[in-house]
């Protein structure tokens, strides 16, 4: 028998850009300039996995040869799955996006300004769905996960190293991260996979883990999907179930390209 989950959908997403609705007003960047980067521009390191930096302190938000494909799905929290593909220019181009907020506003608040950047320059246009996808559900395992609470002074990132062996070839990838949420590692995961991850775990706070991700010749890349899922079972101890599930999607209506010097 399948089972059917209905996640919970991000309030903004479908407060602000209903079509049925009133919008509510979104805060916006002080000031703002976005750049087309130039044709062939490659994508930033980590992109792939939903690492990309964009907030720095003082209200500063800074996105270099980003797509607005990624800048999309990155303000909304989704994953490519979870929405049309609109344009092919909107995962080709790239652009550089540099805005000042005021005061200094949270990463959350900083993702709402730009679901309003969005909105003002790229007149982006949508509605609000639900579609079935394919799900991971990621809940206790039969013995405590292997996370570890976060130390004073920690800062949240991940790194992702290759480990060679004395003929320098890489054999494996350490992964290192710190302060991060079950959130956000299911987002970092989820962003890879593909899949919308629901968490059952039960877990809050802020924690340190480690995973080695050792690729063989059956799966050659350190990305592929059974790889992750083991490290998180197996690794991290938790209990990791395919099914299916109804999440949010985004249907795009219409969005416009920006022309240098906006």
Same mark, same amino acid.
């Given at each position: ?11 903004? %997403? ?11 007003? %979104? ?28 907030? +720095? ?6 996105? *270099?040869?980003?797509?607005?494909k990624y800048?999309?799905?990155?303000? +909304? ?35 709402l300004m ?6 003002? *320059? ?21 013995? !405590?996960?292997?996370? +570890? ?13 290759? *480990? ?8 494996? +990838? ?7 949420t079950i ?35 059956? *799966?050659?890349?350190?990305?592929? !999907? ?37």
């Amino acid at each position: 028998m399948k089972k059917t989950f209905l996640l919970m959908p991000l309030v903004a %997403l479908f407060v602000s850009h209903g079509h049925c609705a009133e919008p509510a007003k %979104l805060p916006s960047f002080e000031v703002a300039s976005v750049t087309p980067c130039a044709p062939g521009t490659p994508a930033p390191p980590g992109e792939h996995m939903g690492m990309v930096q964009f907030v +720095y302190p003082g209200g500063n938000f800074t996105a *270099r040869a980003t797509s607005i494909k990624y800048l999309m799905e990155w303000a +909304y929290g989704i994953l490519p799955a979870q929405h049309s593909d609109g344009p092919s220019w909107l995962g080709d181009d790239r652009y550089d996006i540099l805005a000042k907020a005021p005061g200094n506003p949270s990463e959350e608040q900083m993702k709402l300004m730009v679901q309003s950047l969005l909105a003002e *320059r790229f007149k982006l246009k949508f509605h609000s769905e639900k579609k079935e996808l394919p799900i991971l559900l990621l809940s206790p395992g039969k013995s !405590a996960a292997k996370l +570890y609470p976060s130390k004073e002074g920690d800062k949240h990132g991940i790194k992702f190293a290759p *480990r060679q062996n004395e003929d320098t070839k890489t054999t494996s +990838y350490h992964m290192t991260a710190t302060r991060f949420t079950i959130a956000q590692l299911n987002l970092s995961f989820a962003t890879v996979l593909n899949r919308v991850i629901v968490n059952k775990t039960g877990l809050d706070g802020e924690f340190n883990f480690e995973l080695d991700i050792t690729p063989d010749e059956n *799966r050659p890349s350190p990305m592929d !999907a059974s790889l992750l899922i083991s490290a998180l079972r197996d690794q991290l101890g938790f209990t990791v179930k395919a099914e299916k599930g109804l999440a949010d999607y985004i249907a795009i209506d219409s969005i416009e390209k920006v022309a240098a010097g906006n």
